[in-house]
């Protein structure tokens, strides 16, 4: 099997690609935003976007080292770091489209809305903890946690797990695209069992 990358000049193109493709479908909402054409409901089309591109930035950064494995190209694992922090992007704008243009940042009523809803609270719990690997992230703190920064980062799994549950939870009837993503999410687990099981030894 032929490695897909093998000279930094290709990753450098492939880093760009990935910039491109997560950077130009913001850039072009933004404007469809200015040009007030995003639909009827504006912000729901909003929260929308921002939501499943953090889901397909996640499922990206997943498959990043299974396919460097597979394809036996250690260049790719690269990416990874990149790919997570477009998912903090994502991630982060959606929740700010949510405080902001549905809540108008109303403290009170959001943290009522996080409490009362089950589906807030899980996709609240898996953001903080996407924050915490975000924040994690830098090759100084990788360096300086040592042990503890592999445990810490195995927390993308059940981060994972949270952010499926609250998309499927998040949808009005039970037969949806969320199911879909439910299954991939689920065999991508799947392959990563023994990760996931060094996850569980840990918090027991
Ligand atoms: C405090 C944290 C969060 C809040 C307040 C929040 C809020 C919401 C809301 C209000 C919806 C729309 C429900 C509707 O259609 O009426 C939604 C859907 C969604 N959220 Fe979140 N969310 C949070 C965290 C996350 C995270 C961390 C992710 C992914 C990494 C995520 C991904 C999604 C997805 C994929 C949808 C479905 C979008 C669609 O139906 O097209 N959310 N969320």
């Not at 953090?54 to 694992?77: E, G, N, Q």
């Not at 830098?138 to 609250?166: E, N």
């Amino acid at each position: 099997m032929p490695q897909l990358i093998t000279t930094k000049p290709q990753l450098w193109a492939l880093k760009l690609v990935i910039h491109g493709a997560c950077l130009l479908p913001a850039i072009w909402l933004f404007y469809l935003a200015a040009i007030d054409d995003l639909g009827a409901d504006p912000v729901k089309e909003l929260i929308h976007f921002y939501g499943i591109g953090a889901v397909h930035c996640l499922f990206a950064t997943l498959l990043v080292s299974p396919l460097s494995r597979w394809r036996k190209t250690p260049l790719l694992m690269r990416c990874r770091r990149m790919l997570g922090l477009y998912v903090a992007f994502y991630a982060t704008f959606h929740i700010l489209c949510f405080l902001v243009f549905e809540w108008q940042l109303q403290w009170i009523d959001v943290i009522d809305e996080v409490i009362r809803r089950p589906y807030i609270t899980v996709g609240f719990i898996a953001w903080l903890v996407l924050m915490a690997l975000t924040t994690t992230s830098l090759k100084l703190i990788q360096r300086k946690m040592g042990a503890r920064w592999v445990q810490l980062h195995s927390l993308v799994y059940p981060a994972f797990a949270l952010v499926l549950l609250h998309f499927y939870w998040s949808q009005k009837s039970p037969w949806n695209d969320a199911l879909l993503y439910a299954l991939a999410g689920t065999l991508l687990l799947y392959s990563k069992r023994k990760q996931l099981l060094a996850w569980v030894r840990l918090v027991k």
